[in-house]
Every structure is written in C-alpha cells, then in structure tokens.
C-alpha cells in the first residue's frame, strides 16, 4: 500500500539553527500539506501547496517557514531560525485533490534545545 | 474561523462495550468530515468521511459515524470494541467544495481493557 514516508523520525536541534523536515508523497497525489502538534495539543494545518506553490496557510507560517518540491518526489519543510516554541510534531500529508482524504506520514518529532 | 471540539479527551472501556465519540463543528456552509485513527506508534490513518449523501457513513473496522446537519455534529460509533481499538480518535473538517486544509479536534484517547 503507498505510503506517506517522512525523515528523519526524530530530529533534536539547537535554538537559532535550521532545519529540514523532508517528506516523500505519494508518488500520483497532486496536493501537499504541513500539519504540526505542540504536545497535548490540537493537530493544527501549517501549509497547503499545489503545483508548485503555496495554496493556503496559516498565521502559524510565518516567514521563518518556507516548503519546497525539490524535485519530483520530495516536499520539505524548512524552518529558517528554530525557537523553543517550535518543537512539536510535525506531519506531512498529501492528497490526490483538495477536500478528499489526506494520507499521513508517520510524523518528524521536532525538539528545540 | 472554523472549529471542531471533541467532548471526552479520555474514554476507557472494555471489550464489548459500545463506544460513540462526539463531534461538533462550527461552520455554516458546505463541510467534509473527517474521522482519523492514531494506533500507538503509528500514523493518522482515515476511518471514515461524509461528503455529501446517506448521513450515516460506514467506515472500516466495524465504525461508523452519523451527519447531523442540525446539531452540527459528526459521532463516532462502534457497537463493540476491541482491545484493538485503543487508540487516539480525532474529528476533522474541511470547509468549503475546494477546502484544501482540515481543521482538527483535539482527540480522544480510547483504551479497551481485554
């Protein structure tokens, strides 16, 4: 069964550093998404991006956010100047069109020293 | 701005007994729900979606859920649980004929005692 794979599973980094989550799709899906969960809270959406740019995201995708397909297969998420606020789960999904089921990778837990 | 609030943040049980989750939402328009599944250790997988049509949808594993456009509510239910069902339930929405992003509950922890 295709799958929505994402590395590295855990990702420990100092405040101020950057760092990129990666995510390969699944390979047919045309629609991207970023989600993240603060733990003990709420799933919530960071980004949305379809043919090669950002559809929608949230006031939680600041411009220390940034996603990217590099090339046919990744989407990456690149968070320019980690703070401690930003250690949580983050979840990368994708669709074959929007409003139809999302697939979920495994999650990148994220922890900001 | 669109929210979704799931009443019991933990629900234990045992093996046989019913389960049914709440669900509302607050949103007036055109909505998709969503009812997502976390296995320990695993992804978010889904259970079960309504779109449009019959209210009452049957997802996998024996679940279903009930559209109740008045109340604005989206119920999880099983007749009889497993132990293989403890797991986090989560309610989603996505608003909207081209809404391209789910707006989450804050999930119920369910733990079937065998």
């Known amino acids: 069964e295709p799958e929505v794979t994402q590395t590295p599973s855990h990702q420990v980094t100092q405040m101020g550093q950057e760092v990129i989550l990666r995510c390969v799709p699944i390979?047919?899906?045309?629609?991207f998404y970023w989600y993240r969960q603060i733990l003990g809270q709420k799933v919530e959406f960071l980004v949305s991006f379809y043919n090669n740019e950002i559809s929608e995201k949230s006031e939680i995708f600041d411009d220390q956010f940034s996603v990217e397909r590099p090339d046919g297969s990744n989407f990456t998420l690149k968070i320019r100047s980690t703070k401690l606020e930003d250690s949580a789960m983050y979840f990368c999904?994708?669709?074959?069109?929007?409003?139809?089921?999302?697939?979920f990778g495994q999650g990148t837990r994220l922890t900001v020293v | 701005a669109q929210s979704v609030s799931q009443h019991n943040h933990h629900v234990i049980l045992s093996e046989a007994a019913s389960l049914e989750l709440g669900c509302n939402y607050s949103y007036g328009g055109t909505v998709n729900l969503f009812w997502y599944v976390q296995y320990p250790g695993q992804h978010l997988q889904l259970l079960l979606k309504?779109?449009?049509?019959?209210?009452l949808v049957k997802g996998i594993k024996g679940f279903e859920a009930e559209f109740i456009k008045s109340k604005f509510s989206f119920n999880l239910r099983k007749p009889s649980v497993q132990w293989s069902d403890t797991a986090e339930y989560f309610c989603?929405?996505?608003?909207?004929?081209?809404?391209?992003?789910?707006?989450f509950g804050g999930g119920t922890r369910v733990l079937v005692k065998p």
């Open positions: 309504y779109f449009s049509g019959d209210p």
């Open positions: 999904a994708s669709s074959t069109r929007p409003n139809a089921e999302a697939f």
């Open positions: 989603a929405v996505n608003v909207g004929a081209a809404g391209n992003k789910l707006t």
């Open positions: 390979s047919n899906h045309l629609y």
